[in-house]
């Protein structure tokens, strides 16, 4: 004979209680979802510094400070997250593409992005 399990309302109630923590992935696809078009307002402090892509070989060649500091103040989309960041597909902006080539994606801090609108509609 099958019988179910009967839940607590306690139970149910301490579930929905919960916060997502901080930067997690569910965090985060409340706040933006894919698609969403987000300005970029700000990069980390390590990636302001003068010497960063100097002191790192693989940021020499990529250019990754100079990249992050250009997309400062630019909108782009969303493309996806992981681990606490954002992925935002920067080469379809024509200015980047003209000063650092196609195929550059970034992975931001959500902290650095301004939600702009939803998804485009076509």
Known sequence: MWTSKTRSKKAAEKKRKRAA?????????????????VRVIDVS???????????????REMRTAELFEFCVGREF??????????ELEVSRDPSVRRKFGNGHTIWIEPQFLQRLAGKKRL
């Not at 901080?22 to 969403?36: C, E, M, T, V, Y």
């Not at 402090?45 to 010497?51: E, S």
């Open 77 to 86: 989309e969303i493309r996806g997250f992981q681990k606490g960041f954002v």
């Open 21 to 37: 923590r901080k930067g997690s992935p569910s965090q985060l696809r409340r706040a933006f979802k894919i698609g969403d078009r």
């Open 45 to 59: 402090a390590d990636l302001k510094d003068a010497g960063y892509d100097k002191t790192r070989a693989a940021a």
